[in-house]
């Protein structure tokens, strides 16, 4: 009997250790904003769905480029989400593979913009932001991104650093306004630089701006559409404008480690992400501006988000290239004309 017994167990015990060595991780590399949301929405059904764990790596892009670049010979990483430009440079140093779209179910169903974002089929965006004008509707009128540099205007107005996400950006459109719209942002620049010692403040952080405004110490500032809910909640007429240039933004994408041994797990996880049913969750709690367009959300929820085919054709992005090769100028021509 003891000898049934312990086969039994021994049995039992080998039953066990295959399914361990079976079990699939998958290893992924995201920003650290909307954890617990991501959780619930996208990480813990997709674990149910495929039987297998998720390990979630968090940081900022710098600092999970490097440590791809670091692993580059053996791949700690099977995929990630980083910016477009992010993903550029990525792809420049061989550290992540083509996107085999066939394997994604929900690939037609994203808006064109977010299909190939750098045209080398490297990456696929799952979000995307407009960048604008927050500004109060009572103080002033915008038509134009020239109109904030204004003599009337430039007093009351805070413009991003350079070296934020949305300084760049908001150079590249004032640059489309003057009619010189060089890769170098040089003559926007120029002009910001003119009015330096009027603008009320060059912000590195967006939750200034709130504050300030509240403070009525500024009355207009270009800020990316993520963050524009607390402005509407201040109780001021704030609009976004419309300029008669267009608006511009950003988008975030997806990629795959080159040499991962977990490439069709980690296009099951991408197509989940990009199903319409996770988009539209992750847009009801304002966590992403969904990039498929079969996303339905209600004004109220729109409104909060960059939302729409119309808004999605009218962005005008840096091109990724143009990004990473102009960035250092960028920064050189800032600090002579504006400062730090």
Same mark, same amino acid.
């Given at each position: 009997?003891?000898?049934?017994?312990? @086969?039994?167990?021994?049995?039992?015990?080998?039953?066990?250790?295959?399914?361990?060595?079976?079990?699939?991780?998958?290893?992924?590399?995201?920003?650290?904003? @909307?954890?617990?949301?991501?959780?619930?929405?996208?990480?813990?059904?997709?674990?149910?769905?495929?039987?297998?764990?998720?390990?979630?790596?968090?940081?900022?892009?710098?600092?999970?480029?490097?440590?791809?670049? +670091?692993?580059?010979?053996?791949?700690?990483?099977?995929?990630?989400?980083?910016?477009?430009?992010? +993903?550029?440079?990525?792809?420049? +140093?061989?550290?992540? !593979?083509?996107?085999?779209?066939?394997?994604?179910?929900?690939?037609?169903?994203?808006?064109? %913009?977010?299909?190939?974002?750098? $045209?080398?089929?490297?990456?696929?965006?799952?979000?995307?932001?407009?960048?604008?004008?927050?500004?109060?509707? !009572?103080?002033?009128?915008? #038509?134009?991104? =020239?109109?904030?540099?204004?003599?009337?205007?430039?007093?009351?107005?805070?413009?991003?650093?350079?070296?934020?996400?949305?300084?760049?950006?908001?150079?590249?459109?004032? $640059?489309?306004?003057?009619?010189?719209?060089?890769?170098?942002?040089?003559?926007?620049?120029?002009?910001?630089?003119?009015?330096? !010692? /009027?603008?009320?403040?060059?912000?590195?952080?967006?939750?200034?701006?709130?504050?300030?405004?509240?403070? #009525?110490?500024?009355? +207009?500032?270009?800020?990316?559409?993520?963050?524009?809910?607390?402005?509407?909640?201040?109780?001021?007429? %704030?609009?976004?404008?419309?300029?008669?240039?267009?608006?511009?933004? $950003?988008?975030?994408?997806?990629?795959?480690?080159?040499?991962?041994?977990?490439?069709?797990?980690?296009?099951?996880?991408? !197509?989940?992400?990009?199903?319409? /049913?996770?988009?539209?969750?992750?847009?009801?709690?304002?966590?992403?501006?969904?990039?498929?367009? #079969?996303?339905?959300?209600?004004?109220?929820? @729109?409104?909060?988000? =960059?939302?729409? /085919?119309?808004?999605?054709?009218?962005?005008?992005?840096?091109?990724?290239?143009?990004?990473?090769?102009?960035?250092? $100028?960028?920064?050189?021509?800032?600090? /002579?004309?504006?400062?730090?």
């Amino acid at each position: 009997m003891k000898k049934v017994i312990l @086969a039994s167990g021994t049995a039992l015990m080998l039953t066990m250790g295959a399914a361990q060595a079976q079990e699939k991780t998958l290893t992924i590399s995201v920003y650290a904003l @909307a954890q617990d949301e991501y959780k619930q929405i996208v990480y813990e059904p997709f674990e149910k769905i495929c039987g297998c764990k998720l390990v979630v790596e968090t940081g900022n892009s710098v600092e999970r480029i490097a440590k791809m670049e +670091a692993n580059k010979a053996n791949p700690v990483v099977d995929m990630a989400v980083v910016s477009m430009a992010d +993903a550029l440079s990525a792809s420049r +140093a061989g550290l992540i !593979d083509k996107v085999d779209t066939s394997k994604l179910s929900s690939f037609n169903k994203l808006y064109d %913009v977010a299909k190939d974002p750098n $045209g080398d089929g490297m990456s696929v965006g799952y979000t995307f932001y407009a960048t604008s004008i927050a500004y109060r509707s !009572d103080k002033m009128k915008i #038509e134009s991104w =020239t109109d904030l540099l204004k003599p009337e205007y430039a007093s009351h107005i805070a413009w991003p650093n350079v070296t934020t996400n949305q300084g760049p950006p908001a150079l590249y459109m004032l $640059g489309q306004a003057l009619g010189k719209d060089t890769p170098d942002l040089k003559a926007a620049i120029e002009a910001v630089g003119e009015k330096k !010692d /009027e603008i009320v403040t060059f912000y590195e952080k967006s939750s200034q701006l709130v504050q300030l405004m509240k403070q #009525e110490e500024i009355w +207009a500032a270009p800020i990316g559409r993520f963050t524009w809910a607390p402005f509407t909640k201040l109780g001021l007429p %704030v609009a976004w404008a419309m300029p008669k240039e267009g608006q511009t933004g $950003g988008m975030n994408v997806m990629i795959v480690t080159k040499g991962s041994k977990n490439r069709d797990l980690a296009l099951q996880f991408m !197509d989940f992400w990009l199903s319409t /049913e996770i988009q539209t969750k992750l847009a009801e709690k304002l966590v992403d501006s969904p990039a498929n367009k #079969e996303v339905k959300l209600p004004e109220e929820i @729109a409104n909060n988000l =960059t939302y729409g /085919e119309e808004t999605a054709k009218s962005l005008k992005l840096i091109p990724s290239a143009t990004a990473l090769d102009q960035r250092a $100028g960028w920064i050189k021509s800032w600090n /002579e004309k504006v400062g730090q």
